[in-house]
């Protein structure tokens, strides 16, 4: 009965082993761009991201987090004139995405068994060329917070 019991447990850490390393290759392949990047992506599937932007013009972005989460930093990038758009996708994850305080943000939220949530500057309080983000933020048993940095 041990024996059994530590032959599943040994195939059970394998499996999980085998299934980070994989989500590592596909989140490795699912991504685009890099840090100074106007249009990127980033993915994390089973496991973790940072992503920190520095994008002179950002115009458009995405992040999908999969069994996974993301840290997107965007409050050292600058948006391009016209503004900028950033897709959301969680999934059985969570996607926190920081943006500065003087940005104009407007999301766009689908949810199914997860949340999403917008903590930033009210579009009232910001002047009418204030730089601006729309997000379209998809949750499904996962959540999504857009936060401003204060």
Known sequence: MLR????????LALAQAATMALGQVLSSRMSRGDEQSDVFRVAAVCGG????????????????ATMGGIDLDLSHSHLAAEGAHLDLQATMGGIKVVVPAGWSV???????????????????????????????????????LVTSKV
């Open 4 to 11: 059994r019991l530590v032959r599943i447990l040994f195939w």
């Open 106 to 144: 407007q999301v766009d939220a689908e949810q199914t068994a997860g949340g999403c949530e917008a903590r930033v500057t009210p579009a009232e309080d910001l002047p009418e060329d204030a730089p601006r983000l729309s997000v379209h933020a998809v949750a499904r048993m996962g959540g999504v």
């Open 49 to 64: 991201r940072q992503f920190r932007s520095y994008a002179d013009e950002l115009r458009s972005a995405a992040a999908v």
